[in-house]
């Protein structure tokens, strides 16, 4: 599985012909265009699952990621720039 960080506007290509744009998000939320040939079956999870449609194995297979306290995003934030200028003094 591939973790990507994408922002507004950006798109991922699969393939030749299916293009995912992320056109923003918030609240928990994420907001994707997808232009897919009409051919493909494109569908949430939780629509396969309501129908019973999704295969037992892929059943609570991936889960949302914890939160960062704001005191750990903020030691994050202190050794980020720490690093960069280290990086500085030795350019």
Request: charged share 35%; aromatic share 6%; hydrophobic share 30%.
């Amino acid at each position: 599985m591939l973790k990507l960080t994408v922002k507004a506007g950006e798109y991922l290509q699969i393939g030749d012909d299916i293009r995912v744009v992320y056109t923003g998000g918030g609240d928990g939320n994420a907001k994707f265009l997808i232009d897919a040939p009409k051919s493909l079956n494109i569908a949430r999870s939780s629509a396969l699952e309501k129908h019973g449609l999704l295969p037992e194995e892929d059943r609570n297979r991936y889960y949302k990621e914890g939160h960062l306290s704001k005191e750990s995003k903020e030691r994050i934030t202190q050794l980020y720039l720490k690093e960069r200028a280290r990086m500085k003094k030795q350019a």
